[in-house]
């Protein structure tokens, strides 16, 4: 598992999560603040509309689209991060490789 900060989940493109995909990744999982506690206003929105674009390509790529998952969490809560992480973790063992051509090489 790696983990990428970002100043906001807003900040977050759906290519990003694609590009994630075909470099290698299982699955993407995006933690976002909970709705009303976004200081950016509607950064959580913006990036939940993009992380369901990105769940679409997936669908029509043949792949599985909770392969990305997208969570609101309250501030500090690390028992939900937790959960939220192996509940993710779990689900994401169980899905098939994907396949060799859906990857891309790093420059």
């Not at 759906?14 to 709705?35: E, N, Q, R, S």
């Not at 809560?77 to 994401?92: G, Q, R, V």
Request: charged residues 30%; contains cysteine; proline residues 6%.
């Amino acid at each position: 598992m790696r983990m990428v900060e970002l100043p906001c989940s807003g900040k977050m493109e759906a290519h990003h999560v694609l590009k994630t995909i075909a470099d290698g990744a299982d699955g993407v999982l995006v933690l976002a603040c909970a709705k009303r506690a976004c200081q950016y206003i509607d950064g959580a929105t913006r990036s939940h509309k993009r992380i369901e674009f990105a769940r679409s390509w997936l669908e029509k790529l043949g792949l599985e689209p909770d392969r990305v998952r997208y969570i609101n969490l309250p501030p500090m809560d690390k028992d939900a991060l937790t959960k939220c992480i192996s509940e993710f973790e779990a689900e994401i063992e169980s899905f098939s490789a994907i396949p060799p051509i859906a990857k891309t090489k790093s420059a």
